[in-house]
């Protein structure tokens, strides 16, 4: 018969069994609580992290934007166009040679890229939005711009597909109800399966165009095969090339200012594309970027502001009707746009 003092110890080491099974358990789950613990909060300061980098990207760009402004107000004056379409302001006049080097001391050239500012970097680039073709005059009698416009620089062939989107242009923005052959109306676009209405209208912004019938991000933005006998492998598109902005004439035309246009656009247009000539641009896109990291996060703005105050025979004067240095007239927060090469932007 066993003895009271051993059935004790056994009773005692068997608790002391459930015990330490229970220490166990209470620590594994302790350490997976720690663990999951220290990821959420390695998730919340990398997340706190990224959405400063976003907001300080953000800023850099909307510095970029102050930047150029700066640069149209206090410098402006005449400019031409480099070939990528960005333009260059000059003291004088401006004769522009084939592969003639910039003359440092006749032109006002502003360092525009890879500027370090408050902990990054900031770039911008500058063009006239009146170096470009207003899509608001295509008229029945005036289409041949466009034509070779979508096909040569949207890589377009000459058919019923590039017809429609001429036609669907000229029946979004005219007042009627009479579709063009190729065209569309109001009873087209209501009978998509997400309906909205034929404006009737000018086009507001280029990017309404991407609303019309047969008009693809493709044609629009670039990225198609390009045309036969073109030196690229892809189209530029028609967004390179178009403006909704540039203000009319006494006479009712669009104002265009053939010295800073692109020359593949002088081209299309009948005119030399080696033009010499200056222009004086107040309406102007600006693409501003800001960067941190190391480039890692990236902010790109877009605006298109006009300027009042423009720098003229040796002093600064407003143009009729201005009375703020300059005003915003479009602004996309969003934008995706990448900045040409700066081989010509060089500090002076």
Known sequence: MMSAPIRLMRRNRGKRGVVLVLVVWTLALMSALVVEF???????????????????????????????????????????????????????DYAREEEEEIDEETDTMTYRREIEFAGGEISYAMFDE??????NSVRPTKTWVLAKLLTESAGMEMGAERDTVMDSIMDWTDVDELRMINGAEEDYYQSLPKPYHCKDGDFYVP?????????????FYGGAPAAPGSDDETAAGLFPYITTFSSRRGGGEYEFHVATARPELREIMGLRPDIR??????LIRIVGRGSVRDGKVVRTIEAVVRVSRVYRAGSYEFRPGGQKMWEVVYWDDHSARELPESEESEAL
């Open 207 to 219: 990017e309404e165009a991407l609303y019309v019938k047969g008009m693809t991000k493709e044609i």
């Open 38 to 92: 220290d990821s959420s909060m390695r998730v919340e300061v990398e997340g706190t992290g990224n959405y400063k980098d976003e907001l300080q990207a953000y800023y850099l760009a909307r510095a970029a934007i102050e930047l150029a402004v700066a640069e149209a107000v206090n410098v402006g004056g005449p400019a031409y166009g480099a070939d990528s379409g960005e333009i260059i302001y000059t003291k004088g």
């Open 277 to 282: 000539a200056t222009a004086n641009p107040t």
């Open 130 to 135: 009146e170096g470009r073709y207003n899509l």
